[in-house]
Every structure is written in structure tokens, then in C-alpha cells.
């Protein structure tokens, strides 16, 4: 089993930054790859972005590319997604999410790849 918790959530102004990790225990080194998504009120939980352990590659959805950067550290099993410019679009509740799968670019993006969630947290962007 893997356990996934994030952190950094909050409230910010449009146009400002944020910072969220997600820090990964367990069996962590059975994990392939760990990606961010998110959900607003009355949407479904959709993709924001993922990095694979292994080589680093990063993936981000169409509507955060150029402003969101996740990165990962793993000597501490834990991913970071940097948000700047933040839009009031962006506010939704944040998980967290690793996948022991094989890494695969076309199953990356999808939410029944991975295996593991986090609880998520709170991002609120005010216009």
C-alpha cells in the first residue's frame, strides 16, 4: 500500500502562486509514476499533470501548460506542483495520485490509471 498527503492549498488572488506537495509512504518504490488532478464543484475530476519517477518526464494538461511546473524529489517520495498566474478557473479541490502501473504516455492522463489517492486539498482562486 501506498499513502499519498498533500499540503499547500489555500486561498489566493488572481494572478498569484501557489505551491502544493504531496508526500508519498508505503511502498513507494513500487510506484511508476504520480500525477495531479483536480475537481471543481459539479465537475468531474480532471487531469492537471504527472511526472514518472523514473527519467522525470512531466505531462500537463492543455489549460495549465506554460504557468503550472511539477517536479519531484526522490529522496523525500514527493511531488510538487508549482501554480503561477493563477485564474479563478483553477480553484478546485486538488488530489494527489500515484500509480504502480507501468508507465505508459497514453494512460497517463486518465484518472483509472492510478491506484492510489491522496484526500486532497483546497484551492481557491479569488478574482
Known amino acids: 500500500q501506498v499513502q499519498l498527503g498533500e499540503s499547500g492549498g489555500g486561498l489566493v488572488q488572481a494572478g498569484g502562486s501557489l505551491r502544493l506537495s504531496c508526500a508519498a509512504s508505503g511502498r513507494t518504490f513500487s510506484t511508476s509514476a504520480m500525477g495531479w488532478f483536480r475537481q471543481a464543484p459539479g465537475k468531474e475530476r480532471e487531469f492537471v499533470s504527472a511526472?514518472?519517477?523514473?527519467?522525470?518526464?512531466?505531462y500537463y494538461s492543455d489549460s495549465v501548460k506554460g504557468r503550472f511546473t511539477i517536479s519531484r524529489d526522490n529522496a523525500k517520495n514527493t511531488v510538487y506542483l508549482q501554480m503561477n498566474s493563477l485564474k479563478p478557473e483553477d480553484t478546485g479541490v486538488y488530489y494527489c495520485?500515484?500509480?504502480?502501473?507501468?508507465?505508459?504516455?497514453?494512460?497517463?492522463?486518465?484518472?483509472?490509471?492510478?491506484?492510489?489517492w491522496g484526500q486532497g486539498t483546497q484551492v481557491t482562486v479569488s478574482s
Open positions: 511526472v514518472k519517477w523514473s527519467g522525470g518526464s512531466t
Open positions: 495520485a500515484a500509480s504502480g502501473k507501468i508507465a505508459v504516455t497514453g494512460v497517463i492522463r486518465r484518472t483509472g490509471w492510478y491506484d492510489y
